[in-house]
């Protein structure tokens, strides 16, 4: 079975600061992974992903996340955040089907 | 862009009332997806629909049920609420079932429903 496990649920940094998200995930078999952003009142919206080949993956807004299978973690940074990007971030595994599974999430707070 | 839309930002309904939850999808996705959003809990699946009126149970279906007549409608159904049903409610869709999990899925803003 498979699991994702993000270990902070909130995490505060001061804005223009960096800011390190943890994503640890279990799985027996090759996953495919995903950081999903949920702004305030709003759905999740896709950050980035890893389908296979680089282990760095840039996505929207300034963030990327590294693959480590032999740590088997997915973190998202971002050198220098900003006051908008206040929100709750989602990690997310597949292994090949329709079914994802979502971790907690992490709220995210930046303060001025 | 692909647009995910739901009935209802906010809903309010008794507990043994009939609710229905509808979304809508433009971008002709095969799949759609119902999801439960606690504090503390993520998302959880409710349903899904990789066709017209074909479903399969997630991981929380008990007390819910799901219906798609038309490729572009997936309707979320709670056939007698309940208080423990109080809950973020958020719909989703997404390309194909041969993606093979690789496929982006995109969300409506969500249904919050409280029952009383």
């Known amino acids: 079975a498979q699991s994702v496990t993000q270990l902070d649920s909130q995490v505060p940094v001061f804005e223009e600061a960096p800011v390190e998200l943890r994503c640890n995930y279990s799985s027996s078999v090759s996953v495919y992974l995903f950081w999903y952003v949920q702004y305030p009142n709003q759905g999740l919206q896709l950050l980035l992903k890893y389908l296979s080949g680089s282990t760095l993956v840039k996505g929207i807004n300034g963030f990327e996340a590294e693959f480590n299978k032999s740590q088997t973690s997915f973190h998202l940074r971002k050198p220098s955040v900003h006051i908008s990007d206040t929100a709750e971030y989602f990690c997310?595994?597949?292994?090949?089907?329709?079914?994802?599974?979502f971790g907690t999430g992490t709220r995210l707070k930046v303060l001025a | 862009d692909v647009k995910v839309t739901q009935s209802s930002r906010y809903l309010v309904k008794r507990t043994g009332e009939k609710v229905f939850l509808e979304c809508v999808q433009d971008?002709?996705?095969?799949?759609m997806f119902w999801y439960r959003q606690d504090p503390g809990l993520g998302l959880r699946l409710i349903y899904f629909?990789?066709?017209?009126?074909?479903?399969e149970k997630g991981d929380i279906p008990e007390g819910y049920s799901v219906s798609r007549e038309k490729k572009e409608r997936f309707s979320l159904i709670l056939e007698s609420a309940s208080t423990n049903q109080t809950s973020m409610y958020l719909c989703a869709s997404s390309f194909g079932r041969t993606s093979g999990g690789t496929d982006t899925q995109y969300f409506g803003p969500g249904t919050r429903l409280t029952v009383l």
């Open positions: 629909s990789y066709d017209v009126k074909m479903k």
């Open positions: 971008m002709d996705h095969e799949n």
């Open positions: 997310a595994v597949s292994s090949g089907t329709y079914k994802y599974i």
